[in-house]
C-alpha cells in the first residue's frame, strides 16, 4: 500500500521560514517524480514545486520562485520542501504527490498527472 506522509507545517510569522516533509513507503521511490502542490480556502489546488526522479532538475511555480527549494534523498524515500521568506499568501493546505515516469519525461504541474496523493499539511502564514 502506497503512503505519503507530510509533515513539517504550523504556524509562522510572514518573513519566516518552514521545511516541510514527505516520507514515502509501499513505492519504488526513485521511479517517480515528486510534486508539491497547496490548496488556500476557498482556491483550487495549485501546483507549487517538482524534482524529478534523479533530483537533477526542478521546476517551481512563479509565485514561490526565489523562495522555495524542493530537494529529495532517494536514500531515505523523502522529498523535501523548503520555504523561504514566507507570505500571508502563502497559506495554505500543502500536499505532496508521487507520479509515476520515465527519467527522461518533462516535469508535470498538472495535478491529474499524479498518482499519489498524501494527506497534507497546513501551514498558516500570519502577518
Known amino acids: 500500500q502506497v503512503q505519503l506522509v507530510e509533515s513539517g507545517g504550523g504556524l509562522v510569522q510572514a518573513g519566516g521560514s518552514l521545511r516541510l516533509s514527505c516520507v514515502a513507503s509501499g513505492l519504488t521511490f526513485s521511479f517517480f517524480s515528486m510534486g508539491w502542490f497547496r490548496q488556500a480556502p476557498g482556491k483550487e489546488r495549485e501546483f507549487v514545486a517538482i524534482?524529478?526522479?534523479?533530483?537533477?532538475?526542478?521546476k517551481y511555480a512563479e509565485p514561490v520562485k526565489g523562495r522555495f527549494t524542493i530537494s529529495r534523498d532517494n536514500a531515505k524515500k523523502t522529498v523535501y520542501l523548503q520555504m523561504n521568506s514566507l507570505k500571508p499568501e502563502d497559506t495554505a493546505v500543502y500536499f505532496c504527490?508521487?507520479?509515476?515516469?520515465?527519467?527522461?519525461?518533462?516535469?508535470?504541474?498538472?495535478?491529474?498527472?499524479?498518482?499519489?496523493w498524501g494527506q497534507g499539511t497546513q501551514v498558516t502564514v500570519s502577518s
Open positions: 504527490a508521487a507520479d509515476r515516469t520515465i527519467l527522461t519525461a518533462p516535469l508535470y504541474t498538472q495535478d491529474d498527472e499524479y498518482d499519489y
Open positions: 524534482i524529478a526522479r534523479n533530483g537533477a532538475s526542478t
